[in-house]
């Protein structure tokens, strides 16, 4: 079946420092991937996605590549800012008939100290 | 806002009871996804309509029901609940539109606390 693996956290970093959050997945076929945000007390919301191989999917200063030789969609971002404490979600769709639903990691908190 | 609507934001009820849960899609979206969220199971898919039919089914207990009406709304019903069935449930849409991206939109979710 599908899975999706996130790299363990939680993870602290100082404000403007880089970020890298890894993921990787297991799918048959050729999967849409998103990352999702969880602000605390919020809903999940849809940060960046890429539906096939080589797309960068990017918003607000966040960056995935899909690889589809690495099976991984590693998020990044290059200074981050205390507001981007969060938990982050990876997560696959794929288009398996008529069933998109959602596959997604286990989630990783990141907190950005001032 | 996403444009998903859940009610209630909260709910706290005993073990054995019944619940229901409300979803309203955003406006044009035809798809309603169920997820549950706990901290041993992570973000799990419980089930999905479309235009008021059953499309897919996840991890849904056989205690746990769920329904599309006419208007495109959606009912998660959970009955004989037990304290392991405390958790954040979240309802998501996506639209045709979307259906080739696969992108769907959370609701801000239900906190069900079962004592």
């Known amino acids: 079946g599908n899975s999706v693996t996130q790299m363990e956290g939680p993870v602290t970093l100082s404000e403007e420092a880089f970020l890298t959050i890894n993921c990787t997945y297991t799918?048959?076929?050729?999967?849409?991937l998103f990352w999702y945000v969880q602000y605390p007390g919020e809903g999940l919301q849809l940060l960046l996605k890429a539906t096939k191989a080589d797309d960068k999917g990017s918003n607000k200063g966040f960056e995935a590549t899909y690889r589809k030789e690495t099976t991984s969609f590693h998020l990044e971002k290059g200074s981050v800012q205390v507001s981007d404490s969060a938990v982050y979600f990876c997560a696959l769709s794929d288009h398996t008939g008529a069933n998109s639903k959602l596959t997604f990691g286990k989630g990783i908190t990141l907190s950005v100290r001032p | 806002d996403s444009g998903v609507t859940q009610t209630p934001k909260h709910l706290i009820t005993a073990t054995g009871q019944r619940v229901t849960l409300r979803c309203s899609p955003r406006?044009?979206?035809?798809?309603v996804y169920w997820y549950q969220q706990s901290l041993d199971q992570g973000l799990q898919f419980l089930i999905q309509y479309y235009n008021g039919e059953e499309r897919a089914k996840g991890n849904i207990l056989e205690r746990f029901s769920a329904q599309q009406f006419p208007d495109l709304h959606s009912e998660l019903n959970l009955s004989s609940l037990e304290l392991g069935d405390s958790a954040l449930y979240f309802c998501a849409s996506s639209s045709p539109r979307t259906e080739t991206t696969y992108e769907q939109y959370f609701g801000p979710g239900t906190r069900l606390t079962v004592t």
């Open positions: 799918a048959t076929g050729y999967p849409s």
């Open positions: 406006s044009g979206d035809l798809s």
